[in-house]
């Protein structure tokens, strides 16, 4: 008898309670089941909806609103995975190697400031495409113009051209556009400041540009410039006439003192070897400024530390020389691409040993066999169509 009436008392509805200012307080919405849902992803969505500046969950709820679709956690998980394993290209070292490179050139007293009522415009002289064409420092500080090459490669004394420092820039673009007239917008769009009257102007310390080229070496621009400045310092002002130690006195400080400027064991030897050619007259400015393409190449990548590609940078930027031809410049490579039509973005490494290549050098060698003898400034435009920053070249 008990347990049946225990059944009807708990089978009774609940009556309404008395809230204390006499009314009736409202009854509990009964609870709305809803799909599983784990409490990560709750705290997820809430989390995002907060921090965006939108309704939050309880509010939506309140206005009977669906909650906005949130990306499942396994998608995330696999998008992240993917954008993980996609490795970009490496940056070509073009800008701030050449860059440091190229900052120890002195501008001549004739060099003009590029202003209308400038009276000293840059000297007008001989130029040629084989030749260097910027003027040579020697380490005790003489200048050696290039004029003067010519000169000794022509009986007559004559200049073998008519091509002059003015006039050189403008025939090479001329050069470029005849050879392939859809270069033409790109050469109009961008002037080679390196090949202008104002570029052939500087004047050039080939050991410091060299030493400096070694100092770049797999380091960033602001590291690569700091140790040169401490490199510097190591010796007296009074002994460095052109600003910049000389060879000789390079070649017989121990390595221990050079590495107090921050350079490793193996760059300390390379700057050492570097000094102790030039002291020893194994390899001379005269010889930079009066070889052939080919000679010259020959004598500086046969110094230890010095690389086919520090070498050729050196000679288009540092001397001036109009047909050098890097085929192992990533930013060439990329370039010359897209210049064929290529979508780069869409090339794999397909290099060997892991190597990136947009392009064989075989098909940038043949492709740039058409531009000769202005390869150097055929390569400078290839940089600028895939937009290389090579703003570190103009700018010294």
């Not at 003067?148 to 025939?171: I, M, V, Y």
């Not at 010889?287 to 393409?293: E, F, M, V």
């Not at 066999?369 to 103009?394: H, K």
């Amino acid at each position: 008898m008990s347990l049946r009436r225990s059944a009807r008392v708990q089978s009774k509805p609940t009556p309404e309670k008395e809230a204390p200012n006499g009314s009736i307080a409202e009854k509990a919405a009964p609870t709305k089941k809803r799909g599983r849902k784990t409490k990560a992803s709750e705290d997820i969505a809430s989390t995002t909806i907060s921090q965006n500046g939108e309704p939050s969950q309880a509010e939506l709820d309140s206005q009977n609103m669906p909650p906005p679709p949130a990306t499942p956690l396994n998608k995330r998980r696999k998008l992240a995975k993917k954008d993980s394993t996609s490795k970009p290209p490496p940056f070509t070292p073009t800008p701030s190697a050449i860059g440091l490179m190229t900052s120890t050139s002195n501008l001549g007293q004739n060099y003009s400031t590029g202003d209308i009522d400038d009276a000293s415009p840059p000297p007008n002289r001989p130029a040629e495409p084989h030749h260097t064409n910027a003027t040579l420092i020697t380490p005790g500080g003489t200048p050696l113009e290039p004029y003067s090459n010519f000169e000794e490669a022509s009986p007559s004394k004559k200049p073998p051209t008519t091509t002059t420092s003015k006039t050189l820039l403008d025939e090479a673009c001329a050069h470029l556009v005849k050879a392939d007239p859809a270069l033409k917008s790109v050469v109009e769009k961008h002037h080679c400041r390196i090949f202008s009257p104002e570029g052939l102007a500087e004047k050039i310390d080939p050991f410091r540009s060299l030493v400096s080229g070694i100092l770049a070496q797999q380091v960033s621009g602001a590291a690569a410039k700091s140790i040169k400045n401490k490199f510097i310092a190591l010796f007296p002002a009074e002994d460095c006439p052109t600003g910049f130690p000389p060879p000789t006195l390079v070649a017989k400080t121990d390595l221990s003192v050079l590495r107090t400027a921050g350079l490793s064991q193996r760059k300390a030897e390379y700057v050492q070897g570097l000094a102790q050619k030039f002291s020893s007259g194994e390899l001379t400015v005269a010889q930079l400024l009066t070889g052939t393409d080919e000679e010259v190449f020959s004598s500086l990548i046969a110094v230890r530390g010095l690389g086919a590609w520090s070498v050729e940078m050196f000679m288009c930027f540092g001397l001036k020389r109009m047909d050098v031809f890097s085929t192992g410049d990533l930013g060439v490579q990329r370039g010359m691409a897209a210049y064929k039509g290529r979508d780069v973005k869409k090339l794999k490494n397909s290099g060997k040993g892991g190597k990136w290549k947009y392009m064989s050098e075989k098909e940038m060698v043949e492709v740039a066999e058409n531009f000769r003898p202005y390869r150097s400034l055929f390569m400078w435009y290839m940089w600028r169509i895939e937009d290389v920053d090579t703003q570190a070249v103009e700018d010294n």
